[in-house]
């Protein structure tokens, strides 16, 4: 079928306005609902034209039927925290929690833990189990610029941990 | 009184609006296990059920992403009308998931429709009339 370049122009149209719309969503998925929305419009053209050279009238009447490009929007999605702190975030924040427990079991126990035998473990322990984790976690993220972080700064804290203890 | 029926109608469009939603897969696929489609003739099927209300920005964000997931498959042919067509069709793996989501439905369809029943069924008696609603 022969389009004529009014009746084309239209639909470029509505495409351009619908590819706008569609600008959030993946590109791969962009294009895949373009073509199928050109191919749509052809073919409900071709059908109301019955054999004739289809008229501006035509496809106007053809894309009434349709969707409006604003409803392509995609839906708005909230991300959750934890996404939108990434993989590399998450490393962080364990090797920053490894720090904090350390803080404060220093504060609260710190007595406790003069007079007692083998302090070193129970203080330790949870801190550099927080840097194994967070350098696991941050060597799988290493893409992202937080993971990077997260290694580096789980493995400083543990070197500096095995300079002050040895 | 006014306010009342409005809160009941919105929370009423915003059950059936989620209900839709959840549907929608189903019902696409359902059109794909009747055979193959492409776009233009799996729209005109799908707003067959009127109250769907589904069109093309809904319809082909959903098909994409049944491709992604490896329920539906697309080949591309040549088209009198035009451009090539893009024909949808169910996977084996498609073909599966439509028959386990239609037995999901009869089966949850029945059990809801039984819930009504069960109570004046076995007590002999009709069950709440309308007028105490």
């Known amino acids: 079928?022969?389009?004529?370049?009014?009746?084309?122009?239209?639909?470029?149209?509505?495409?351009?306005?619908?590819?706008?719309?569609?600008?959030?969503?993946?590109?791969?998925?962009?294009?895949?609902?373009?073509?199928?929305?050109?191919?749509?419009?052809q073919e409900a053209l071709a059908d109301r034209a019955a054999g004739r050279e289809p008229a501006p009238e035509d496809v106007s009447a053809v894309l009434a039927e349709m969707d409006a490009?604003?409803?392509?929007?995609?839906?708005?999605?909230?991300?959750?925290?934890?996404?939108?702190?990434?993989?590399?975030?998450?490393?962080?924040?364990?090797?920053?929690?490894?720090?904090?427990?350390?803080?404060?079991?220093?504060?609260?126990?710190g007595p406790w833990y003069r007079h007692s035998p083998g302090p070193e473990l129970a203080l330790l322990l949870p801190i550099t189990l927080c840097q194994v984790i967070a350098i696991i976690l941050g060597v799988m993220s290493w893409r992202e610029k937080l993971g990077k972080v997260a290694v580096i700064a789980a493995s400083a804290i543990l070197l500096v941990g095995l300079g002050l203890t040895s | 009184m006014y306010h009342y029926c409005v809160m009941q109608s919105t929370s009423l469009?915003?059950?059936?609006?989620?209900?839709?939603?959840?549907?929608?897969?189903?019902?696409?696929?359902?059109?794909?296990?009747?055979?193959?489609?492409?776009?233009?003739?799996?729209?005109?099927?799908?707003?067959?059920?009127?109250?769907?209300?589904?069109?093309?920005?809904?319809?082909?964000?959903?098909?994409h992403r049944l491709k992604v997931e490896g329920y539906v498959r697309v080949r591309t042919a040549a088209s009198p009308a035009g451009p090539p067509r893009r024909y949808f069709s169910l996977t084996s793996q498609g073909q599966r998931r439509v028959r386990e989501m239609n037995a999901y439905l009869t089966q949850l369809l029945g059990e809801i429709?039984?819930?009504?029943?069960?109570?004046?069924d076995s007590r002999g008696n009709p069950g709440p009339s309308a007028e105490e609603d």
């Open chain 1, 1 to 41: 079928m022969e389009i004529p370049a009014p009746v084309q122009k239209k639909i470029d149209e509505y495409l351009d306005r619908v590819a706008a719309h569609l600008a959030n969503r993946p590109p791969q998925e962009a294009r895949s609902i373009l073509n199928d929305l050109e191919s749509q419009i």
């Open chain 2, 13 to 63: 469009d915003s059950w059936i609006t989620q209900l839709r939603k959840g549907l929608l897969d189903v019902c696409i696929l359902n059109v794909l296990a009747g055979g193959e489609s492409y776009g233009y003739e799996l729209i005109r099927r799908l707003r067959e059920v009127k109250d769907l209300s589904i069109g093309e920005s809904t319809a082909y964000p959903i098909l």
């Open chain 2, 113 to 120: 429709s039984r819930l009504g029943r069960t109570k004046g």
């Open chain 1, 69 to 109: 490009p604003e409803s392509f929007d995609a839906p708005a999605e909230a991300p959750s925290p934890l996404k939108r702190l990434g993989l590399g975030g998450l490393a962080l924040a364990i090797s920053l929690a490894g720090v904090l427990i350390l803080t404060i079991q220093v504060a609260v126990f």
